[in-house]
């Protein structure tokens, strides 16, 4: 049985400091059996990152019509009445993507983003500048909560999870100078100030596939591939906590890395506006003072 003590001291020898903005990916089950579960989890990697230090997840919405409705196909008149609209002081998180996610939503001071199907959670004193705005249209690139987060200058801990986890990936795809991107549409159930629900149509990139070679069945995706390449490089800290082999990643230094990896294989020629060496040097901006498919 794991102990909060000895998790605390895990999660400090991997690399994790006061005051580090995290995103966190977690398999619960890797971590093997933990004193309190969950909530002792949680309560590790808050006080690992501490007051100063921020902690994120990918809650998404264990109710999101994404599937229902991708690319033109519609719910029945019942269903689309009967559904619930999404609310981010109340609806609930995709279990897919890990139950530590659901209790961080529910933490205390917890913030968490608009967009239904790709809802960041953030607690610490960067959690609404990370979550706010999150509109449609703009799920994982560029004015997302990830791209916030990668020029925060923020770390990914896959805790005990896969490296088709490293969701911040998939804002090098969005980001990449890349021809033929696949792009989908659905519709998201939103539930206004006043109770009332509008469904509200949206497009953006796909992130189950952002190139025909990366949606084949059985084959890995664009994010496990960039992520594998990129962990055989070292320039990740890795090491165990629990029962589970995790890895703590830059995340500036992953997207820049995901981003030449899919030019150099996939893409036209860079503009020199767009090149992987800016993206460091606007992640050098001063975090500002007080506070979706892997």
Not at 137 to 155: H, I, N, T, Y
Not at 170 to 188: L, S
């Amino acid at each position: 049985m794991h102990t909060e003590e000895s998790i605390a001291r895990n999660l400090r020898d991997l690399g994790i400091l006061a005051g580090d903005l995290v995103m966190v990916h977690a398999s619960l089950k890797a971590l093997g059996p933990v004193e309190g579960g969950a909530a002792t989890v949680l309560a590790c990697l808050l006080q690992a990152v501490g007051p100063a230090g921020t902690l994120m997840g990918y809650a998404s919405w264990d109710r999101s019509p994404y599937e229902e409705t991708l690319d033109g196909a519609r719910l029945d008149e019942a269903s689309r009445r009967s559904w619930p609209g999404f609310d981010p002081a109340t609806s609930g998180t995709y279990r897919g993507f890990g139950l530590l996610n659901q209790f961080l939503a529910e933490h205390p001071g917890a913030r968490r983003s608009a967009h239904p199907d790709a809802s960041m959670v953030a607690v610490g004193p960067l959690a609404q500048a990370l979550t706010e705005p999150h509109e449609l249209g703009q799920a994982l690139g560029e004015g997302s909560p990830l791209e916030r987060f990668v020029r925060l200058g923020g770390k990914i801990l896959l805790l005990g999870a896969p490296l088709d986890a490293v969701t911040a990936l998939h804002y090098a795809e969005a980001i990449a100078n890349i021809p033929d991107k696949r792009r989908v549409t659905y519709e998201m159930p939103i539930r206004g100030k006043d109770g009332q629900v509008a469904w509200e149509r949206c497009e953006d990139f796909d992130s189950n596939g952002i190139l025909d070679c990366y949606a084949a069945e059985g084959r890995p995706d664009a994010v496990e591939t960039i992520a594998r390449a990129y962990v055989r490089l070292g320039r990740h800290q890795e090491g165990f906590v629990a029962s589970a082999r995790c890895r703590l990643l830059d995340a500036r230094d992953v997207v820049a890395f995901g981003v030449a990896y899919l030019e150099r294989h996939h893409g036209a020629a860079v503009p020199e506006a767009r090149k992987p060496a800016d993206l460091s040097r606007a992640g050098r901006a001063r975090a500002p003072k007080g506070g979706a498919r892997p």
